[in-house]
């Protein structure tokens, strides 16, 4: 068992507590894609009611999402994602494409995404330094 001085803190640790469950980020992929009434994302998502709720609940009170009244009676509501909820999208575009390129199946995968340009949107992570591609032999870590 790990003592409590060897547990690392880091901010993949907290986006964790924030996003880190299926539910969370497929309620997120419905909400960039344009689907923000709860019918919408729940039937996209698969998740069962309660639990999407739950999540729903915590991004709002987390900063990343907003919830508007469409409608009286019965009440019901829109979600938005806030610029803080939209700064997530490099996140889900970089585990989309590890997905596409290790997951897809004989098939390939079942969305391709076009960026604006009009080719398909193939995401690169880069140094925004020097330009270079991170690899397991070029990060180090400063404490």
């Not at 901010?11 to 969370?24: F, N, P, Q």
């Not at 997120?28 to 729903?56: C, H, K, Q, V």
């Not at 390129?101 to 604006?116: E, I, K, Q, Y």
Request: charged letters at 30%.
């Amino acid at each position: 068992m790990a003592r409590e001085k060897d547990v690392r803190e880091c901010s993949i640790a907290r986006t964790l507590d924030v996003i880190g469950d299926r539910w969370t980020v497929l309620a997120i992929r419905e909400l960039m894609l344009g689907n923000r009434r709860f019918d919408a994302i729940a039937s996209r998502t698969g998740a069962p009611r309660d639990i999407l709720t739950t999540r729903l609940r915590k991004l709002e009170a987390s900063g990343l999402v907003t919830r508007e009244q469409y409608q009286e009676r019965p009440p019901r509501s829109e979600y938005q994602l806030t610029d803080l909820g939209w700064s997530l999208q490099p996140v889900l575009t970089t585990l989309r494409d590890w997905g596409d390129r290790h997951l897809a199946g004989p098939d390939g995968p079942p969305a391709v995404f076009v960026h604006s340009c009009g080719e398909v949107l193939e995401p690169t992570l880069v140094c925004a330094h020097c330009g270079e591609v991170p690899d397991r032999n070029s990060l180090t870590q400063r404490v």
